[in-house]
Nanobody
Framework: QVQLVESGGGLVQAGDSLRLSCAASGRTFSRYCMYWFRQAPGKEREFVAAISKSGDNTYYADSAKGRFTISRDNAKNTVTLQMNSLKPEDTAVYYC?????????????????WGQGTQVTVSS
């Protein structure tokens, strides 16, 4: 079993930056492609970013391109999401997720593991 725990969320103002972290348990972290999703109140959970097992390839939703950066440190079993130039529409619960394969667009039902989520609130 893989356990994922997000941290780093908080309340910030538009234009600010925030760095989210996801810590994974076990020693099989590098076997998984990692994702960040987010879910705003009343909306469906949506894809934000993904990174390959080695970290060599990254993918972003159009809303995240140019502002967000996903990275991973397999030695530390962590994946991060650096968010810059935050906008009010970025307000959501952000979820870290792990999957055996990296396929976009991704079906949420195919995700193997989910973190509990961390709240990001951006005020204007």
């Amino acid at each position: 079993q893989v356990q994922l725990v997000e941290s780093g969320g908080g309340l910030v103002q538009a234009g600010d930056s925030l760095r989210l972290s996801c810590a994974a348990s076990g020693r099989t972290f590098s076997r998984y492609c990692m994702y960040w999703f987010r879910q705003a109140p009343g909306k469906e959970r949506e894809f934000v970013a993904a990174i390959s097992k080695s970290g060599d390839n990254t993918y972003y939703a159009d809303s995240a391109k140019g502002r967000f950066t996903i990275s991973r440190d397999n030695a530390k079993n962590t994946v991060t999401l650096q968010m810059n130039s935050l906008k009010p529409e970025d307000t959501a619960v952000y979820y870290c997720a792990a999957d055996w394969s990296l396929a976009l667009p991704i079906d949420l039902r195919d995700v193997d593991y989910w973190g509990q989520g961390t709240q990001v609130t951006v005020s204007s």
